[in-house]
């Protein structure tokens, strides 16, 4: 079979399943007696199993296999959660993302896992021994007949069938246990049986029987006219097979082993319903998870379904192509609107009109898709933050909020790794050591805050801690000795301006460099990608009580609104974002201070930029001009002034690459297509202020 | 025995050039070009290709032939190559013509002052004609782009 138009699937949903496993395992940590979320991480790691075997990762099929059977265990209250097996769990969900991480980059998926599923068993081995006893007491008392979780529409039929005087079996088959192929035995099982009957329902699926995804035993309903002893010796007749259980079924007992099975838990004395049944063998090692618990996760799975997040997956090629259409769109919607305004008649402008306010809707809608909730980044750091502190030996907690705040994919698929350095940099250099704590009377665990939210059209997330703080004279000293700053200039910085000397390149504040942070190469990355997206950081911090690292981001890099201007004959877009003020200025107000020119703004000096000898724009110079408009743009806390020919208007425009093949121009960060279907060049202001 | 290949032929002055087809996406008549600063003197600015914006160089300038200005005959060639479009701005393009490439000798060192390394070879088409064919990867190389900008500064 091909199975690679699976692959993408099976990438996806098992990524969903580690991440649902690596959360629920954290939340079970703190709650190591919540047999409820034992049995999800069970049915997560069970369908995992499940789907690695389809797709043929034996290793992958393998580790789950072994984890489910821990869990098992951990479920049916045979063994304690303890902290060894909490970090044996946690060993083998890293081996099995990096099995899926190798899949995913086309790799086969093959890893050693030997030495983890050695301690996975010796962990089961070992409860063996300790409850062996209460064990053996739970299977012995009348080997049940397993129930199988029935919807409403088999139950009928099942009740229906027997009322028309047909036979309702219920019938167990178990295989040998050197059984070789195991699905082809079901499979000729099924087949005797449809050849005098009809099989109602099957645990496990039916799929899952012909993958051979079961262990030894499987058991289904079944409507037939013959009797049950002629169906008994059918079976039997083939191959391998150890044992089959029979059980005929009137109203009374069908009713009864359904509510067993919504039940689950005691076991209904069978033995009275039974005509010719026989114990199933209970030979199975404790390795091996014992049939009649496989039973169990059916139940919850089938009826947990109840909570559909009515959602599809979707290629995101075909979002981008969805916004390149509409984008297309909007350009024609800039010409329509010109050409409506030009031509006075009124039909046009009102249809003209309405098609605007339906494609800014429409825009809102095609925006939203490719919002994704930072969730899809943050979801990992819990699992993170609690290695860090293992690795360094502290307490911390991380308060996730506003995990559900969304933002463009492209600025999400950018910003993990720069929260990953600052929570490692918080982790490590802001929280201090247990004692430390202590001694500063501060609580034992510290506490590292993520949270994200909105802020007009920005996103902020902030990671802030109660630790130590940023003492201004360690970073002075520090950055003087390493030669970013003199000891002037360091004297007359502010505060804001000492702290962000740690993204300054070549730094680090930490004495010893550790294995978490702390190279110094990790915060001016974090800042200059940051800066890439249109972003910003900033650090607010109180000595001794804690910092924040404050990160602005834009809500969306793909539309964005803009201040169009022209530049004699050209026409170029400034990102509204950047932009302070806008302006004009007299020829006599432009300053000559130490050999830049700069304008009086605002109580301050700023430099003053003229554009088009920067552009070496050929037919507007405003050295002519008696008056120049200007653009105030910032980068940060910084300004400068912009001259510039004229305004066009404020307008929304799509952001569009200027291919491959230019190398990045100073100024320049990208193109916009103009209602009249030309190219308008969008300015980079960053490029502007050094 | 060469396997046939189409090849657009179109013109710089007098000599006729050609890029097989499947390289080729559309040719279009001369429209606005955004002149782009800061960048490649040959580099003519950017198009708006049906909502995709294109770079257009000038492919006398990348050659460094004299440059001239556009005619009704100008065309804009839309290559695509090692996941790059760029637009070839040349004097005209007129014909598609089949072609073995057994015919295509290696060029001579130079060709109308146009470097080797930038030619495939040089195709000969019924008695008189040549056909200079374009090694386009060369001519897109941007490492060769950067050297050339070193000598001249």
Known sequence: MDMNQYLTMFIDESNDHLQSLNENMLQLESNPDDIGIVQIIFRSAHTLKGMAATMGYEDLASLTHQMENVLDLVRNEKLKMQDYIFDTLFKSLDALESMVQDITEGGDGKSDVSAIVASLQSIVRGDDASTGEGAADRVNPAVPVQAIELDEFQFSVLEQSISEGHQVLYIQVTLREDCQLKAVRAYMVFEALERSGEIVKTYPDVQEIEQGEFDRVFSLYYITQREAQEIDNQIKSISEIETTTMVVLDHESLQQMVQESAVTAEVVESNNLTQAQKPVSSAETAAKPNPSKESKPAAPRSTGGGNPSRTIRVDIERLDVLMNLFSELLIDRVRLEQIASESNNQELTDTVEHMSRVSSDLQNIVLKLRMVPVDTVFNRFPRMVRDLAKTLDKKIDLIITGAETELDRTVIDEIGDPLVHLLRNSADHGIEPLAERIAAGKPETGTVHLRAFHSGNNVFIEIEDDGRGIYREKILKNAISKGVVTEAEGASMTDEEVNQLLFAPGFSTAEKISDVSGRGVGLDVVKSKIVALGGNVTIYSTPGKGTNFSVQLPLTLSIIAAMLIKMGSEKYAIPLSSIVETGVVKRRGIKQVHGSRMVQFRESLIPIVSLSRFFDIPNYDEEAEEETEIVVIRKGDRLAALTIDDFIGQSEIVIKNLGNYLPAIQGISGATILGDGQVALIIDANAFIK | ?153
């Open chain 2, 1 to 153: 025995m060469g396997e046939e290949i189409k090849v657009i032929v179109f013109k710089l002055g007098e000599q006729e050039y050609g890029i097989e087809v499947d390289k080729v996406q559309t040719i279009e008549r001369m429209m606005p070009i955004t002149r782009v600063p800061k960048t490649y003197a040959f580099v003519k600015g950017v198009i708006n290709l049906r909502g995709v914006v294109i770079p257009v160089i000038n492919l006398r300038g990348r050659f460094g032939l004299e440059e001239i200005d556009a005619t009704d005959q100008t065309r804009i060639i839309i290559v695509a190559v090692n996941d790059m479009q760029v637009g070839f701005i040349v004097d005209s393009a007129s014909d598609v013509i089949d072609l073995n490439t057994d015919h295509i000798e290696s060029p001579p060192e130079v060709v109308g002052g146009i470097k080797a390394k930038y030619l495939r070879g040089i195709a000969k088409v019924g008695e008189e004609r040549l056909l200079v064919m374009l090694n386009l990867s060369e001519v897109l190389n941007k490492s060769e782009i950067i050297q050339l900008e070193g000598i001249e500064e």
